[in-house]
T-cell receptor
């Protein structure tokens, strides 16, 4: 099946800093790729997605580009806020099915005021 | 639509007791998933339903675990004879067929003492 690897945290940044959270994947074909966010005490929320190679997903100032050459889907934000403190998960479908998603281990992000 | 609802939010139980969790998906979603998340890890797939049919069960799901979705709407996850290793967040998610990404509930946090 497919797999995903993301950088370990925690990542600590000051407010307004630039953010990159690395994610690389192994997959057969070109499955959809996702970033989910989990705020303290809550379930996961879909942050953004890209459904084909070279697509860029974006939401709430976050962006990620589906790069097939480097099998990567890094999450970026130009200026982080304290409210972005959360755990971020990179994810993709298992074995190119649309009915089962597998998740990375998550990267905890702390933003200092 | 109020999204995916899970009940209870928190459950503390003594080792050896049985517990049951409930998930109400988004009404138009025919797929429902259960995941387990332990501290510092990403969600791990447990099982999933399409309508009332349980289509897949993970090897993580021992014989003490059972899930149902009797009318293709809400689902229950029961754990019999709980063990301390069952302590985790149990997440429910739903999606439509061919959908891209899930909608998660807020989860049920189980603590076995």
């Amino acid at each position: 099946g497919n797999s995903v690897t993301q950088m370990e945290g925690p990542v600590t940044l000051s407010e307004e800093a630039f953010l990159t959270i690395n994610c690389t994947y192994t997959a057969t074909g070109y499955p959809s790729l996702f970033w989910y966010v989990q705020y303290p005490g809550e379930g996961l929320q879909l942050l953004l997605k890209a459904t084909k190679a070279d697509d860029k997903g974006s939401n709430k100032g976050f962006e990620a580009t589906y790069r097939k050459e480097t099998t990567s889907f890094h999450l970026e934000k130009g200026s982080v806020q304290v409210s972005d403190s959360a755990v971020y998960f990179c994810a993709l479908p298992y074995a190119n099915r649309d009915d089962k998603i597998i998740f990375g281990k998550g990267t905890r992000l702390h933003i200092l005021p | 639509d109020t999204g995916v609802s899970q009940d209870p939010r928190h459950k503390i139980t003594k080792r050896g007791q049985n517990v049951t969790f409930r998930c109400d998906p988004i009404s138009e979603h025919n797929r429902l998933y259960w995941y387990r998340q332990t501290l510092g890890q990403g969600p791990e797939f447990l099982t999933y339903f399409q309508n009332e049919a349980q289509l897949e069960k993970s090897r993580l799901l021992s014989d003490r675990f059972s899930a149902e979705r009797p009318k293709g709407s809400f689902s229950t996850l029961e754990i019999q004879r709980t063990e301390q290793g069952d302590s985790a967040m149990y997440l429910c998610a739903s999606s439509s067929e061919g959908g891209y990404g899930y909608t998660f509930g807020s989860g049920t946090r189980l603590t076995v003492v």
